[in-house]
Nanobody, 119 residues
Framework: VQLVESGGDLVQPGGSLRLSCAASGFTFSSYHMSWYRQAPGKERELVARISATGSNTNYPESVKGRFTISRDNAKNTVYLQMNSLKPEDTAVYYC?????????????WGQGTQVTVSS
């Protein structure tokens, strides 16, 4: 099983970035996918989740309206479009796969990609 994130970069405040997570080794279309982030000295937090079919999404208030999660089951890839980025969005971003949309734990994790928002 592999989840490989990409797209992290240094971006100015107000800018945009799109992260990708390529999955392999499991039946991607059967898993709900999530993006988390962890800033230095802080707990890892959920920033977006999408159901296996893509019909349901979930965001915390901190990113709602700025971040959009999507997936392409034909390409075994999940995306996170991040707009209007703020310095407080700086973190390592991880994708994860799970079998339950709510509750339970993530089954698989990626290694993370660094996003830095700074002028």
């Amino acid at each position: 099983v592999q989840l490989v994130e990409s797209g992290g970069d240094l971006v100015q405040p107000g800018g945009s970035l799109r992260l990708s997570c390529a999955a392999s080794g499991f039946t991607f279309s059967s898993y709900h996918m999530s993006w988390y982030r962890q800033a230095p000295g802080k707990e890892r937090e959920l920033v977006a989740r999408i159901s296996a079919t893509g019909s349901n999404t979930n965001y915390p208030e901190s990113v709602k309206g700025r971040f959009t999660i999507s997936r392409d089951n034909a390409k075994n890839t999940v995306y996170l479009q991040m707009n209007s980025l703020k310095p407080e969005d700086t973190a390592v971003y991880y994708c994860a796969a799970r079998t339950f949309f709510r509750g339970g734990k993530e089954s698989y994790w990626g290694q993370g990609t660094q996003v830095t928002v700074s002028s």
